[in-house]
C-alpha cells in the first residue's frame, strides 16, 4: 500500500519552499506578467491616452492593425534594421574583438575606449551624429567635397537608401562594443593549446580562424545574435531621433509605430495592438533562444 | 483671414493705464501665508538659458510674496510635451501650470476634461488689457476660457538678407511666390542657399505647409470643421513646394525649426522661415549680418491672396488635476506682472511678443536694444502674430478644432509633403489618402 499522506515534516518543507519562492513569483508577476496582461487588455479598447479612458473594441485594432499597410511596412522596415545593424555589429565586434585579443601595446587603452559608443548616452550620441551628416556644416560631406568625391553634399538622413544606411550604421557603432566585449571574454578562455597543434598541422591564419575560432565562438555568438535581435528589433530613441521614420515612412519601424499611435494620435488601445504584434515576432526570436540554450544545456 | 500689416496697435492713453492698474493690482494680490507648504510645478517647452533665468526671477519674486509656495520649472519639448504630459494626466501627477504650448493641444486636452477653465485667471490679469480677440482662440464651446496667450509668435515670417539682396539686384520684399522663387535663384550661389524650407518628417514641416495652403487660398478643414484639404490651392501649394526644393539645402528633407533657424542665422541661406528669435541668435552668433536682416509676411500665391500667418498662440493653462489650483491661478496670472513678464519677453526679444496692450507699450518693454534696433520688424510680427492662425483656428470663420494637435502629431501633413515633393507621388493619389486619414483622426 502506496502511503499517500504527506508526513509534517515534508508539509512544512513544502510551505517552506513556497514562502521562499513567492518573492520570486511575485516580482516576477509584478514586472512581467502584469504588463503584458495590461498590455493585452489596453489592446481590446479604444482609449484616449491622457485619460486612459475608453470602450471595448474587442479584437477590432488588431483587425485594423493587420489590413493596414502601415503595420506590414514599419514590420518590413523593422526587419531590414533589424538584420542589417545586426550583421555589422557581429561583423565589426568580431573584427575588433580579435584585434583586441592580440598582443598590442595599447590594448588596455583599447579595450577601454571600446566601449564608449556603447555607455554613451543614445541622445547624446545621435546629436554628434546628426552633426557629423550636417548637409552645411557635417564634417562628412567637408571632407568628400575637399577630397573632390563629391560636388554637391549628400543628404544622409533625408533620403532613401541614405537615411536607412546611416541610420543601421550608427546602430552599429553604437552597439558593437557590446559584441566586442562578449566575444573578447570567450576568446580567452579558448586553449592555446589548439592553436599550437594547428600551427604544427600547418594551419595558416584564416584556417586557424574558420576552423577553431569560429566554432569555439559559436555558442557565445548564439546568445549575442539572439539578444542583440531582440534590442535592435525593438529599438526606439536612436532612430527616432535620426529621421523620426522618415523621409515619409522610409525607416519607420514598428516601435515608432507604437509611440505614433499612443502619443499623437493618442490612441492608447491601438499602440497596445501593435506593441502586442510587436511582442508575438518577437516571441518567435524568444523561442529560438530558449531552444538553443535548451540544447546548449542538453 | 486678414493681416492688418500696419505694424501699429490701437493704444489708447486710457487703455494703456488701465492695463497698468490691473498688472499693479495682480502685484498687490494680498500676501498670505499658506497653513501648508505647497509646490507649484511648472511645465514649459521654451528653455533658452536667458527664458530659464527670466522664469527664475519670476519664482523668486512670487516665493516671496507668497510664504509657504514654492514653485519649481521643469523643461519640456516642442516634440516632446505631448508623451510628457499623457503620462502626467493619466497617472494624475501633472503639473500645476503648464506654460507655451500650442493654443490647439490645449484644446484637445479641455475637451477630454483635463483642463481647468481660466475665466477667473483672464480677469485677474485684466481682460481689457488684452488685445481685440487675442483671447479668442482659447474660447471653448461651453463659452468658457480653457487657458491664455502667455505671448504671440509669427513662426513662419519670411526672413531676409538686404545685402544679398542688393547684390543680387532684388529691389523688393517678395510679395508672391513668383518674387520668392525668383529672389532665391538671383541669391543662390557661392555656398549660399536659397530658403531654408523644411521636407522632413515633423511638425514644423506640417505646420508650415498649411501655412502655404492658406497662402495658395485654401485651407485643411472648412469652418465646419469638414476635410478641405484636397483642393486646388493645397495642389497650387505643392508645386510651390516642390519647386522650392532645389532652392534649398540638400538636408532640408530632414530639416526642423532648429536647422532651419541655424541654415539663416549662420548665413547659409538668403531667406529664412522663423519667429523673432532670428534676431536674438543673428546679433549674437552673427553680428556681421545683424544690420542686414529684415523680415516681411510670408509671401503667397497672388496679391489677391491674403498673408496667413501661423500662430501657435503659446499657451499658460492649468491642468484639471492639480491639487493647488488656487496657488496655480495666483501663479499664472503673477506670470503676466509687468517686471517679470517684461523679462520674460527681453529673453527671447522679438520672439515671444506681448498679449497685452499695456505691455507693447510700457517704456520698460520698449527698452531693449534689439526691440529698438528692430522696430519696425517687432511692430509688423506683433501685428502679424496678432491677425495670424493656426490648425485649430484656422481663421475666425473656423470652428474651435481640438483634433488639431493629433492632426499635426500624426504627420499626415508633412508625409503628404514628403510624398508628393520628395518622391513623386500622384499628387491626387496622395491627396485622396490625406484626406481620408484627416477624416479618420476627426471621427476619433
Known amino acids: ?298 | 483671414m486678414s493681416n492688418s500689416g500696419n505694424g501699429k496697435f490701437d493704444v489708447t492713453r486710457r487703455g494703456a493705464l488701465k492695463g497698468l492698474a490691473a498688472s499693479t493690482v495682480l502685484a498687490t494680490l494680498p500676501v498670505r501665508a499658506w497653513a501648508q507648504d505647497v509646490t507649484l510645478r511648472w511645465w514649459s517647452p521654451q528653455g533658452s538659458p536667458d527664458q530659464v533665468a527670466a522664469y527664475k526671477f519670476q519664482i523668486e519674486q512670487f516665493e516671496a510674496m507668497h510664504p509657504g509656495i514654492k514653485v519649481v520649472f521643469e523643461t519640456t519639448s516642442d516634440e516632446g510635451y505631448a508623451p510628457q504630459l499623457a503620462a502626467a494626466f493619466s497617472s494624475g501627477e501633472v503639473p500645476d501650470v503648464v506654460t507655451h504650448l500650442p493654443s490647439f493641444a490645449v484644446a484637445s486636452y479641455y475637451a477630454n476634461g483635463l483642463v481647468e477653465p481660466f475665466d477667473d485667471v483672464i480677469e485677474a490679469i485684466g481682460a481689457d488689457d488684452y488685445y481685440a480677440g487675442a483671447n479668442d482662440v482659447f474660447k471653448a464651446a461651453d463659452g468658457k476660457y480653457i487657458g491664455t496667450g502667455i505671448g504671440n509668435t509669427a513662426a513662419n515670417m519670411l526672413w531676409l538678407r538686404k545685402d544679398l539682396m542688393e547684390a543680387a539686384g532684388v529691389d523688393k520684399a517678395p510679395e508672391t511666390w513668383d518674387e520668392l522663387r525668383a529672389a532665391c535663384q538671383a541669391m543662390q550661389g557661392g555656398g549660399v542657399y536659397g530658403a531654408p524650407l523644411p521636407y522632413g518628417r515633423n511638425s514644423m514641416t506640417s505646420l508650415i505647409f498649411i501655412g502655404v495652403i492658406h497662402q495658395a487660398g485654401g485651407q485643411v478643414f472648412t469652418p465646419d470643421l469638414e476635410v478641405d484639404i484636397d483642393s486646388d490651392a493645397t495642389r497650387a501649394a505643392l508645386d510651390f513646394y516642390a519647386s522650392m526644393r532645389e532652392l534649398c539645402p540638400p538636408g532640408a528633407t530632414n530639416y526642423s525649426w532648429g536647422e532651419s533657424l541655424t541654415a539663416f542665422v549662420s548665413g547659409a541661406s538668403a531667406t529664412g522661415i522663423y519667429a523673432g528669435r532670428v534676431l536674438a541668435n543673428v546679433n549674437a552668433q552673427n553680428p556681421g549680418i545683424a544690420n542686414s536682416v529684415t523680415c516681411v509676411t510670408y509671401p503667397r500665391i497672388s496679391t489677391d491672396v491674403a498673408p496667413w500667418t501661423f500662430n501657435d498662440f503659446p499657451s499658460v493653462f492649468i491642468p484639471a488635476q492639480s491639487k493647488h489650483k488656487d496657488a496655480a491661478k495666483m501663479f499664472a496670472a503673477f506670470l503676466f506682472n509687468p517686471e517679470g513678464y517684461i523679462k520674460q519677453l527681453h529673453a527671447a526679444p522679438g520672439h515671444v511678443l506681448p498679449v497685452l496692450k499695456s505691455i507693447s507699450t510700457n517704456p520698460m518693454y520698449l527698452d531693449n536694444a534689439i526691440i529698438k534696433a528692430y522696430e519696425s520688424e517687432v511692430d509688423l510680427m506683433a501685428s502679424a502674430a496678432a491677425g495670424g492662425y493656426n490648425l485649430g483656428y484656422e481663421s475666425a470663420a473656423h470652428k474651435s478644432n481640438d483634433k488639431g494637435g493629433e492632426v499635426v502629431g500624426s504627420g499626415v501633413i508633412a508625409d503628404l509633403v514628403q510624398r508628393v515633393v520628395l518622391n513623386g507621388e500622384n499628387a491626387d493619389t496622395v491627396l485622396g489618402e490625406t484626406s481620408k486619414t484627416i477624416e479618420a483622426i476627426m471621427k476619433g
Request: neutral net charge; contains cysteine; glycine residues 6%.
Open chain 1, 1 to 298: 500500500m502506496i502511503k499517500n499522506k504527506q508526513t509534517k515534516l515534508e508539509r512544512h518543507y513544502a510551505t517552506l519552499g513556497m514562502m521562499l519562492i513567492a518573492p520570486t513569483v511575485l516580482v516576477f508577476c509584478a514586472v512581467i506578467v502584469y504588463p503584458l496582461v495590461s498590455a493585452i487588455y489596453l489592446s481590446l479598447f479604444d482609449i484616449y491616452t491622457p485619460t486612459l479612458q475608453g470602450e471595448w473594441v474587442g479584437l477590432d485594432n488588431y483587425r485594423e492593425l493587420l489590413g493596414k499597410g502601415e503595420f506590414w511596412a514599419s514590420l518590413r522596415t523593422n526587419l531590414i534594421w533589424t538584420v542589417g545593424t545586426l550583421s555589422l555589429q557581429i561583423l565589426f565586434g568580431i573584427g575588433m574583438a580579435l584585434v583586441l585579443h592580440q598582443n598590442i601595446w595599447f590594448r588596455s587603452l583599447a579595450r577601454s575606449l571600446i566601449l564608449f559608443p556603447y555607455f554613451i548616452s543614445t541622445v547624446v550620441a545621435v546629436l554628434v551624429w546628426r552633426w557629423l551628416f550636417n548637409d552645411l556644416y557635417g564634417i562628412l560631406n567637408h571632407l568628400m567635397m575637399a577630397a573632390g568625391l563629391i560636388d554637391m553634399p549628400v543628404d544622409y538622413l533625408g533620403s532613401m537608401p541614405n537615411a536607412m544606411i546611416s541610420v543601421i550604421l550608427v546602430g552599429a557603432w553604437k552597439y558593437f562594443p557590446f559584441v566586442v566585449i562578449a566575444v573578447l571574454a570567450r576568446l580567452q578562455t579558448i586553449p592555446d593549446s589548439l592553436y599550437e597543434a594547428a600551427r604544427i598541422d600547418g594551419a595558416g591564419p584564416v584556417a586557424r580562424f574558420f576552423d577553431i575560432t569560429l566554432p569555439q565562438l559559436r555558442d557565445v555568438l548564439v546568445v549575442i545574435i539572439m539578444l542583440r535581435a531582440i534590442w535592435d528589433f525593438k529599438e526606439f530613441d536612436l532612430i527616432f531621433l535620426l529621421t523620426g521614420g522618415g523621409p515619409v515612412t522610409s525607416t519607420q519601424t514598428l516601435p515608432l509605430l507604437v509611440y505614433k499611435e499612443a502619443f499623437s494620435l493618442n490612441n492608447m488601445g491601438m499602440a497596445a495592438a501593435y506593441a502586442v504584434a510587436m511582442m508575438a515576432v518577437m516571441l518567435v526570436f524568444m523561442i529560438l533562444y530558449i531552444r538553443k540554450t535548451g540544447e546548449k544545456d542538453a
